[in-house]
């Protein structure tokens, strides 16, 4: 303490005094001083000691109190370090605190200086930190300094354990994590790049925006907690991204690592155009993944929810399976199937999209809803709705379990099938053109109502039961398994009235009927009459000096119809390649699997009198009734049994063996109810 030397004059009675009194009334203000570091602690292997009086410009250690200013090119470190106001610190240069930065003076780390924490920092002071600088925290668990604009300009956080940040909200250079350091961070924005490596693992602790590129190095993870969103236009991810919010890659997301899109309410948003690198895991329920660029090559994998939303090009994506696809994209957009899908959801295909699904792959999506394009080449299968005002052409083999209200439906090409196959009743789709469909099957069970419709191949019944509304008309008709024979098929109040009529593959009550164009091989060449017969006719030519005779031969005769299929009593079905385990559909063709039906044995009640020309009765109503199962005749089962009815049995009686006498007597009958 410095003192001033004062003269006091002091009057006592007549005596007068001057005394000298050193500093017993007054004392002189406290300043501080300014220490400089030297400037040629230049080492960073060999830092110059903070208690060194070497250190300092003056030889000797800063007081609490005194300014001190570390030069640019220094490297200096301190075990405790204290600046009391009016004390303060300003680092130009490198300084590192081994075990507490503290004291209510003011620190200011300059532009491009750094400042590495070991230990604690009690500071209660201002830590100024918002310059083109860097602080380390390179200890074990440590509490940061809350600055007091909440801003660090570029932060490292390395060393063990937690890393407690609260209060700290913005990073305007670079923020790292390195180490086995794990922190939750409150940070709302880093304006430069973020990184991940060693061990370390970070967590949000609230919607963070990353300016730079975000990479997360291979050994660590980076969660997104729950509510919150988190934007990195570049993510190169070597370790484990975790999203349980909104994680949005605008620009590019590569690395070898694993994102995983953890939770029903994690949306995970990806902009590039590139093949993703890391592997996603996306099956966790309802989460989302969104594609939002146009010409998209989309990751490989399963998803619950995924999305489409780009201005346009081309999607390739062979993708494993998913929930619900939807695909609205704004511009003209097309996807060919490369992978068969299984879906348990909804396909929803917008107006500026062509979906197609390629030869030989199988894409099941329970609802489809378009209002873009869809082909099929391979295996479609709704199997609950099939809607929209789009155009679904049908190429391959589709399946309709559901309802098919609304849709255009194109499916007329000679190489397609339509199943509709659900376990009840069904509407089929009457799509209205020239040819309505080429193959259609109806299966399952139920009753399948049908308007008039035109199909170009084959009909089959084989199940359900068809309610017809109208006259129809297919090539061939194929009822259980058996080949129909020509002429009208219906129920029994068909109107007109169906020439053959069946309540076992024709709803009783319906009104329609349906017409095969062929249904038998013909061997004669000739007419088709109304029975079943050809006629065919010879001319021969006489010619003689004196005239010219010609003569015309008519012949009539009644084949015996050909079966696609011959059911063997008592033979096992078999059982199509590619339906075997208990396959639903053809893993060959797609088709229903329906194994080969064999025919029922069948009793007819003949009576005990021989049947012969001119016979009526009940009796006779039973050999029609035989004669139209057996040989699909279409009979008028009027019980009147007439000559061309007995050219028949006499052609039967012989094709099995018999005396060709057209009686049906006790042998006839016998072999009749074998």
Same mark, same amino acid.
């Given at each position: 303490?410095?003192?001033?030397?004062?003269?006091?004059?002091?009057?006592?009675?007549?005596?007068?005094?001057?005394?000298?009194?050193?500093?017993?009334?007054?004392?002189?203000?406290?300043?501080?001083?300014?220490?400089?570091?030297?400037?040629?602690?230049?080492?960073?292997?060999?830092? *110059?000691?903070?208690?060194?009086?070497?250190?300092?410009?003056?030889?000797?250690? =800063?007081?609490?109190?005194?300014?001190?200013?570390?030069?640019? @090119?220094?490297?200096?470190?301190?075990?405790?370090?204290?600046?009391?106001? =009016?004390?303060?610190?300003?680092?130009?240069?490198?300084?590192?605190?081994?075990?507490?930065?503290?004291?209510?003076?003011?620190?200011?780390?300059?532009?491009?200086?750094?400042?590495?924490?070991?230990?604690?920092? @009690?500071?209660?002071?201002?830590?100024?930190?918002?310059?083109?600088?860097?602080?380390?925290?390179?200890?074990?668990? !440590? @509490?940061?300094?809350?600055?007091?604009?909440?801003?660090?300009?570029?932060?490292?956080?390395?060393?063990?354990?937690?890393?407690?940040?609260?209060?700290?909200?913005?990073?305007?250079?670079?923020?790292?994590?390195?180490?086995?350091?794990?922190?939750?961070?409150?940070?709302?924005?880093?304006? $430069?790049?973020?990184?991940?490596?060693?061990?370390?693992?970070?967590?949000?602790?609230?919607?963070?925006?990353?300016?730079?590129?975000?990479?997360?190095?291979? $050994?660590?993870?980076?969660? &997104?907690?729950? %509510?919150?969103?988190?934007?990195?236009?570049?993510?190169?991810?070597? $370790?484990?991204?975790?999203?349980?919010?909104?994680?949005?890659?605008?620009?590019?997301?590569?690395?070898?690592?694993?994102?995983?899109?953890?939770?029903?309410?994690?949306?995970?948003?990806?902009? !590039?155009?590139?093949?993703?690198?890391?592997?996603?895991?996306?099956?966790?329920?309802?989460?989302?993944?969104?594609?939002?660029?146009?010409?998209?090559? *989309?990751?490989?994998?399963?998803?619950?929810?995924?999305?489409?939303?780009?201005?346009?090009?081309?999607?390739?994506?062979?993708?494993?399976?998913?929930?619900? +696809?939807?695909?609205?994209?704004?511009?003209?957009?097309?996807?060919?199937?490369?992978?068969?899908?299984?879906?348990? /959801?909804?396909?929803?295909?917008?107006?500026?999209?062509?979906?197609?699904?390629?030869?030989?792959?199988?894409?099941?999506?329970?609802?489809?809803?378009?209002?873009?394009?869809?082909? &099929?080449?391979?295996?479609?299968?709704?199997?609950?709705?099939?809607?929209?005002?789009?155009?679904?052409?049908?190429?391959?083999?589709?399946?309709?379990?559901?309802?098919?209200?609304?849709? &255009?439906?194109?499916?007329?090409?000679?190489?397609?099938?339509?199943?509709?196959?659900?376990?009840?009743? #069904?509407?089929?789709?009457?799509?209205?053109?020239?040819?309505?469909?080429?193959?259609?099957?109806?299966?399952?069970?139920?009753?399948?109502?049908?308007?008039?419709?035109?199909? /170009?191949?084959?009909?089959?019944? &084989?199940?359900?039961?068809?309610?017809?509304?109208?006259?129809?008309?297919?090539?061939?008709? +194929?009822?259980?398994?058996?080949?129909?024979?020509?002429?009208?098929?219906?129920?029994?109040?068909?109107? =007109?009235?169906?020439?053959?009529?069946?309540?076992?593959?024709?709803?009783?009550?319906?009104? $329609?009927?349906?017409?095969?164009?062929?249904?038998?091989?013909?061997?004669?060449?000739?007419?088709?009459? =109304?029975?079943?017969?050809? %006629?065919?006719?010879?001319?021969?030519?006489?010619?003689?000096?004196?005239?010219?005779?010609?003569?015309?031969?008519?012949?009539?005769?009644?084949?015996?119809?050909?079966?696609? +299929?011959?059911?063997?009593?008592?033979?096992?079905?078999?059982?199509?390649?590619?339906?075997?385990?208990?396959?639903?559909?053809?893993?060959?063709?797609?088709?229903? *699997?329906?194994? %080969?039906?064999?025919?029922?044995?069948?009793?007819?009640?003949?009576?005990?009198?021989?049947?012969?020309?001119?016979?009526?009765?009940?009796?006779?109503?039973?050999? !029609?009734?035989?004669?139209?199962?057996?040989?699909?005749?279409?009979?008028?089962?009027?019980?009147?049994?007439?000559?061309?009815?007995?050219?028949?049995?006499?052609?039967? #009686?012989?094709?099995?063996?018999?005396?060709?006498?057209?009686?049906?007597?006790?042998?006839?009958?016998?072999?009749?109810?074998?």
């Amino acid at each position: 303490m410095k003192f001033n030397l004062k003269n006091v004059f002091l009057s006592v009675g007549i005596f007068a005094f001057t005394l000298a009194l050193v500093g017993v009334f007054s004392t002189a203000k406290v300043e501080a001083s300014t220490i400089t570091s030297v400037g040629t602690c230049t080492n960073p292997a060999a830092p *110059c000691n903070w208690t060194d009086g070497t250190t300092w410009g003056g030889g000797s250690a =800063p007081a609490a109190t005194d300014v001190v200013i570390i030069s640019a @090119t220094d490297y200096i470190t301190g075990t405790t370090i204290t600046t009391t106001s =009016p004390g303060t610190i300003t680092n130009n240069g490198n300084l590192t605190v081994t075990t507490d930065l503290t004291g209510d003076g003011a620190f200011t780390n300059a532009t491009g200086s750094t400042l590495t924490l070991v230990g604690a920092s @009690t500071i209660s002071g201002v830590l100024t930190a918002t310059a083109n600088n860097t602080v380390n925290y390179t200890g074990a668990a !440590q @509490t940061l300094k809350d600055t007091a604009s909440h801003t660090y300009y570029n932060l490292n956080l390395s060393g063990s354990l937690a890393k407690t940040m609260t209060g700290i909200t913005t990073i305007t250079g670079n923020f790292s994590m390195s180490g086995s350091a794990t922190a939750t961070t409150f940070l709302t924005t880093i304006g $430069g790049a973020l990184d991940i490596s060693g061990t370390a693992a970070m967590t949000t602790g609230a919607s963070l925006t990353v300016t730079g590129t975000s990479s997360v190095g291979a $050994g660590t993870s980076l969660t &997104n907690a729950a %509510t919150f969103t988190l934007t990195a236009p570049t993510t190169a991810v070597a $370790g484990t991204l975790t999203n349980n919010g909104i994680f949005t890659v605008a620009t590019a997301l590569t690395g070898a690592g694993t994102v995983v899109n953890n939770a029903s309410t994690s949306t995970l948003n990806i902009g !590039q155009s590139g093949f993703p690198g890391p592997t996603i895991t996306a099956t966790a329920a309802d989460n989302t993944v969104v594609y939002s660029a146009g010409s998209v090559n *989309c990751k490989a994998t399963a998803y619950s929810i995924l999305n489409f939303t780009g201005s346009g090009g081309a999607i390739v994506c062979a993708l494993t399976g998913a929930k619900d +696809i939807t695909l609205s994209n704004s511009g003209a957009t097309t996807w060919s199937t490369s992978t068969s899908i299984p879906m348990t /959801g909804t396909l929803t295909v917008g107006a500026n999209v062509t979906l197609t699904n390629a030869a030989n792959m199988t894409l099941t999506a329970p609802t489809l809803t378009m209002t873009g394009a869809v082909t &099929n080449n391979g295996i479609l299968t709704v199997d609950t709705a099939l809607s929209g005002a789009g155009i679904l052409t049908n190429i391959g083999t589709l399946n309709i379990g559901g309802t098919s209200a609304g849709v &255009n439906l194109v499916a007329d090409s000679s190489t397609n099938t339509v199943n509709y196959y659900k376990a009840g009743d #069904q509407t089929v789709y009457d799509p209205g053109d020239t040819t309505d469909y080429y193959n259609l099957s109806l299966t399952g069970s139920g009753a399948k109502s049908m308007a008039a419709l035109v199909i /170009g191949g084959t009909f089959t019944v &084989n199940g359900p039961t068809a309610t017809l509304t109208g006259a129809s008309t297919s090539y061939n008709i +194929i009822l259980g398994s058996v080949l129909a024979r020509r002429l009208s098929w219906g129920a029994t109040t068909s109107s =007109p009235v169906a020439v053959n009529k069946s309540n076992t593959y024709f709803t009783s009550g319906s009104t $329609g009927k349906i017409t095969p164009t062929t249904g038998r091989i013909i061997t004669t060449v000739g007419d088709i009459n =109304p029975d079943g017969s050809t %006629t065919t006719s010879s001319s021969t030519t006489t010619t003689t000096p004196t005239s010219t005779v010609t003569t015309t031969t008519t012949t009539t005769t009644t084949p015996t119809p050909d079966l696609i +299929i011959t059911a063997v009593p008592n033979a096992p079905a078999p059982v199509e390649p590619g339906c075997s385990g208990g396959n639903k559909f053809n893993t060959a063709n797609g088709n229903l *699997c329906v194994n %080969t039906v064999v025919a029922e044995s069948k009793t007819y009640n003949l009576g005990t009198v021989t049947l012969k020309n001119g016979s009526k009765g009940e009796a006779v109503k039973e050999l !029609q009734r035989f004669l139209n199962d057996k040989l699909n005749l279409g009979l008028a089962l009027d019980g009147k049994l007439g000559p061309k009815t007995i050219a028949v049995i006499k052609k039967w #009686q012989k094709d099995n063996g018999l005396v060709a006498d057209g009686m049906v007597g006790p042998k006839t009958k016998a072999l009749i109810n074998k």
